[in-house]
């Protein structure tokens, strides 16, 4: 069963994530119990959305009303929120958790978000200049990790205002 | 304000005995402490607003870091962890700060954490966040110490400091935890509360994990590190904005002492003035007359 879900996922994933209209039309008219927070701000307590698209340490996936429960770690990138009244919403996340449980409800939790309108094009620029220094003039191993984290949140944050 | 009423207390016998021996002594000694005492009243006064100032900012951020605990306790509750262990070794974490003054705040977490190791200390081991915790706890628990996080409550509790702590824990071996911390309620209540930790064995052993898809040890695992710093964020949020209110209420009611107690040193410190007076003036008219 898993297996076949795991096959499945990709195409579901493609299917969701290009044409969104179409699937909430074809039936997936369940509700969504979607909570996204970040230490530093609140964006969606309990609030009922059409879909929801994260970037997950595992592959990017977009979640549906009635998604089969899973939990994943967020990678740095772009969620974006579909809701209801067909708006989209684009959230740079940093790092973070996800959970889709049984009862329909998930939940995304971030270290820290940001709108993406909101982020600055230059200043996310010198973020991955200063992080690819840092990884140059890495010396221990600890060191290195942080400064390839802080380089992969760099690359994402310009790839996010391109 | 305790301290302070014990020293009154040890000051007041002396001041006695320097009645009997001369009125000018005790004038001068009534009028010492009523300097003081209002001198305390200020410093009470201004810690209140200082605090109310702090619990304004305590509970906006709580606001926001509301949604954020529930959201991470949620896993758990829907794919109902429990610890399986018969004998399970214990982490209990405490949530304090270091400032004091701030009424039964520390010492409700840390009598929670103390009736729990009364029960049964082998096994179970303490990690306090805050120097009050540690203070209350190492006289009798010493070994069970394991960890203490202490320059918290300077600043409002950050996410980094709660990653910080995490890291730390999750370097420690334990089945089964608690995070003990005061839950806001209002500005006059709040409640020791916990949330529960569990190892990565309880939760791949837990009932309807099985629902969950496409799991595997190494994506809990660090579900799990990352979902302990959200708890213990969300803790330290709801720790801070109950030591802020609390330490507001404990400030008012120190003012409102410290104004009783100027009320009754004013009248003491006029009757005096005025037995002095009468006693002078007696020892001049009677002087005079036996002339």
Redesign the interface.
């Given at each position: 069963m898993a297996a076949l879900a795991r096959s499945l996922r990709p195409a579901m994933r493609l299917l969701s994530s290009s044409r969104p209209v179409l699937t909430t039309r074809r039936g997936y008219a369940d509700e969504m119990s979607f909570t996204f927070a970040a230490a530093n701000q609140v964006y969606y307590v309990g609030a009922n959305v059409k879909q929801v698209d994260v970037p997950s340490s595992s592959g990017s996936f977009g979640i549906l009303p009635n998604h089969v429960p899973t939990i994943a770690t967020l990678k740095p990138g772009v969620v974006t929120v579909y809701e209801a009244d067909g708006s989209k919403k684009e959230v740079f996340v940093s790092s973070g958790t996800v959970t889709i449980n049984d009862d329909a409800s998930v939940q995304v939790l971030a270290e820290e978000a940001c709108l993406v309108e909101e982020l600055d094009k230059s200043a996310c620029q010198e973020i991955l200049s200063k992080a690819q220094s840092q990884l140059a003039s890495a010396s221990s191993a600890v060191e290195k990790a942080e400064a390839e984290i802080a380089v992969e949140v760099g690359q994402e944050l310009v790839r996010a205002t391109a | 304000m305790n301290n302070f009423g014990r020293i009154l207390a040890v000051a007041q016998p002396c001041a006695a005995q320097q009645q009997q021996a001369r009125g000018m002594a005790t004038l001068k000694a009534i009028s010492i402490r009523l300097k003081s005492v209002k001198n305390i009243q200020k410093i009470t006064q201004s810690m209140k607003m200082v605090s109310a100032a702090k619990y304004a900012r305590a509970e906006r951020d709580l606001?926001?870091?509301r949604?954020?605990g529930?959201?991470?306790t949620?896993?758990y509750e829907?794919?109902e962890v429990t610890s399986t262990e018969e004998k399970p070794s214990k982490l209990l974490i405490a949530v304090t700060s270091d400032r004091g003054l701030c009424g039964a705040v520390h010492s409700g977490v840390a009598r929670t954490i103390r009736n729990e190791l009364a029960t049964d200390d082998s096994n179970t081991k303490v990690v306090c966040i805050g120097d009050k915790s540690r203070s209350i706890l190492q006289r009798l628990y010493g070994q069970n110490l394991i960890l203490v996080a202490n320059e918290v409550g300077r600043k409002p509790p950050?996410?980094l400091d709660a990653?910080k702590i995490a890291d730390e824990i999750a370097k420690l071996d334990f089945q089964s935890g608690k995070i003990v911390y005061n839950k806001f309620k209002s500005v006059v209540s709040y409640q020791v509360s916990d949330l529960p930790l569990f190892s990565l064995e309880a939760v791949t052993k837990a009932p309807?994990i099985s629902?969950?898809?496409?799991?595997d040890d190494e994506?809990?695992k660090?579900?799990m590190e990352?979902?302990l710093a959200?708890l213990l964020?969300y803790a330290m949020k709801e720790g801070a904005c109950s030591e802020q209110s609390s330490r507001m209420t404990a400030m008012d009611n120190a003012s409102k002492n410290a104004g009783e107690m100027i009320e009754k040193l004013t009248l003491t410190f006029n009757r005096t003035r005025q037995a002095v007076i009468t006693r002078e003036l007696i020892e001049i008219i009677s002087g005079a007359s036996a002339l």
């Open positions: - | 606001k926001q870091a949604p954020y529930e959201g991470a949620a896993f829907r794919a950050s996410f990653a309807k629902i969950y898809d496409s799991l994506v809990i660090s579900y990352f979902s959200s964020y």
